[in-house]
């Protein structure tokens, strides 16, 4: 590993270490290169005090260390269990010492069982003067799955939990697994149309679904994190900073699409149609995409069609949105419309918290421009609901794959709204490794493990359901910090921080009782490294991993064998985090990251160098297999790269348009901010000539690609 800079680092005491193992933080962890690290004592106490825990000195974490083991006796029930299906599980219930309780199962159906109490006699303890009893209930095997609620009266004291119930294994289509389908892959806003608005949408997607089954047999689609931008310029470029998780980006709206627009009077139609004419100038444009400027029309247009009357059906459908959502749009409505009328000003301090009487007079004073910002979930909402259809309409067997990033921006809507359940002056990030002796920090704020359980994993479940509901997969960006996460605390560098471990099995099990009852195929993004454990219990609860061709390489760096990838994976040559395949090729990924300066030691000869030992690599592999002739050109080695994926066990393999066209910028580039203009490469060809998606299944270098995908697969 790189020399990283030296911390000056305090080790924990020994009151501090058993405090930190008790909440699950780490105080040493094993680098990349399998030194054993110590974190230091006062990135510990930091992760502490965002988990509401005092660790300022040995007396304290004394104290909150018996807190801690008082927490479970003074409560009645616990407030969330979550069991795999078929297990039965013995819940404790606490109550007075002596006293009687009463408590009962009620089922997601309404049905009502009452508990039977086993005999298993525990020791009282002392909380707080009082001595306190624990009761034990069997939770029975035989539950469906699903959110039920446990209730336990007491002395006059009443306690609630849930328990929930999820399936072993997501299960998947033995249809699907029989075909091992392949698809393509996409940033939405990159791929436009003759009738985008200057960046790709929803109904370009629905028509990408449609286009694709019939032109070339593909059965899904993954786009990128489709969550919701700021409601005002300027909005954040990247889809893996949204300012929400829970809901939609307005900006992949078809304004066209919202059926208000048929009735609208014929002036404004014409207004609308003229308006829509200066972004579809862009799209045959290979400049770099402005989503400021296409947001500042397309939101003048839909403010438009927000006005027009709704039918008395179309209305009653809006209001069962809005009632399906409840609080949580009600929220995120209301810090979008906060945030328009302050564009980018300072709010005032009694708007800090979603629950202040401040902030409910404000939305009281302000409730069409919150209802506004609902109406632009719901018809979002509805179009990718539309996308979905269209794509099982046209015959695809799993359809559009979305995306969940790993987190928010700090200063977004969930990061207000949520508050309760995310850490408090922490960001995610890495600790250093080969490619960053510094290692990242995210900017982004984790989930508080103490406080989404206290919640019950609601606002987790609510976020997993939001991005399940109208998707035939889902992709888990990082699924990794399912598991593990490495904690940053304001004012430290990347590399002085502390792993805090989540309870992997009530996230994992979640997940899969929402994608089962979604019909969803769930991948997990588990690229990077990864305990081998991690990958055995996301394999035996049905989440399939992931494989790139550039990543998949033995120690020696000698390029994996396609028959020796992993099984339950979706493959694929490249990601959105690396060049198209045409560029990587051609080593120009080198030559890039040498203009930003990002080449470690010996420079741009030692990296090319390497780069061309890769890919020779490569070539060897596949002239000797035959997927290759030895005359062969650029085009060739795309297409007997994909034959490598396709000729793997995978279960399914993604296709890059990107590659599919000739593609040479790279999307992103990871570790650059302002260096390189990220998330806003139009898709173009290999001449650099925009590739606009009304063409794209004639473009003779697609229709040769797609055709050696075919010969491939029969």
Known sequence: MNDAPEVERELPSEALAALARACRVSVEYYAIDGTLVQCSAAAIRAALAAMGVDAGSDVACERSLEALEDLEWSR??????????????????????????????????GETREMEQLDRWVPPREVAGTMRGRATFLVPADLPLGWHVVEAVSGGRRGRGHIVIAPAQVEIDPA???????????????????????????????????????????????????????????????????TSKRFLSPLYIRVEDIPEVAYLPSQQRALLAWEAE????????????????????KSAALEEVFKAPRSAGRDALFEQFCLREGAALEDFATWCAISEAHRGLPWPDEFDSPTSAAVAAWRDEHADRVLYYAWLQWIADEQLERVQAAATRAGMSIGVMVDLAVGVHPEGADAWSSQRVLAQGISLGVPPDYYNAMGQDWSIP?????????????PFRDMVRAAARHAGALRIDHVLGMFRQWWVPAGHPPLDG???????????????????????????????????????????RGILGTSIVWFERHDDGAPRLPEDYRADTLAAVTTHDLPPTPAYLAGEHVTLRAELGML????????????????????????????????????????????????SPSLLTGVAITDAVGDRRAQNMPGTDTEYPNWCVPITDGNGEPVLLDDLFEHPRVRRLFRAIKAARS
């Not at 009645?76 to 109550?95: I, K, M, N, S, Y």
């Not at 984790?446 to 609601?458: G, I, N, S």
């Not at 009782?513 to 454990?533: F, H, M, N, S, Y």
């Open 446 to 458: 984790p989930w508080q493990p103490r406080a989404l359980e206290a919640a019950a994993y609601l």
């Open 76 to 109: 009645l029930v616990p407030p969330v269990v979550v069991v795999t299906a078929g297990d039965a599980l013995e819940l404790p219930v606490h109550v007075d010492d002596g006293d009687e309780v009463d408590v009962t199962l009620r089922l997601e159906s």
């Open 600 to 647: 470690g030691e010996g420079g741009i000869e030692a990296a090319q160098a390497e780069a061309e030992r890769e890919r020779q690599a490569y070539i060897d592999v596949m002239l000797e297999r035959g997927w290759i002739l030895g005359d062969y050109n650029e085009e060739d080695l795309v297409a007997g790269l994909h034959r490598w994926v396709l000729d």
């Open 278 to 297: 200066k972004p579809q100038r862009l799209n045959e444009s290979d400049e770099l995409l402005d989503r400021n400027a296409v947001w500042r029309l």
């Open 176 to 242: 699907i697994r029989a075909a091992r389908p392949w698809g393509l892959t996409v940033q939405l806003y990159s791929l436009r149309s003759e009738r985008s608005w200057g960046v790709g949408d929803l109904a370009d997607l629905a028509d990408l679904c449609a286009l694709g089954k019939a032109r070339a047999e593909a059965e899904f689609v993954l786009v990128n994190p489709l969550h919701a931008t700021e409601p005002v310029a300027p909005i954040t470029n990247s889809p893996y900073l949204p």
């Open 498 to 540: 502390a792993y805090v471990y989540l309870d992997h099995e009530a996230l994992i099990g979640i997940i899969a009782l929402e994608a089962q009852r979604a019909g969803t195929i769930v991948i997990g993004e588990d690229l990077g490294t990864v305990e081998p454990w991690v990958r055995d219990y996301l394999h035996s």
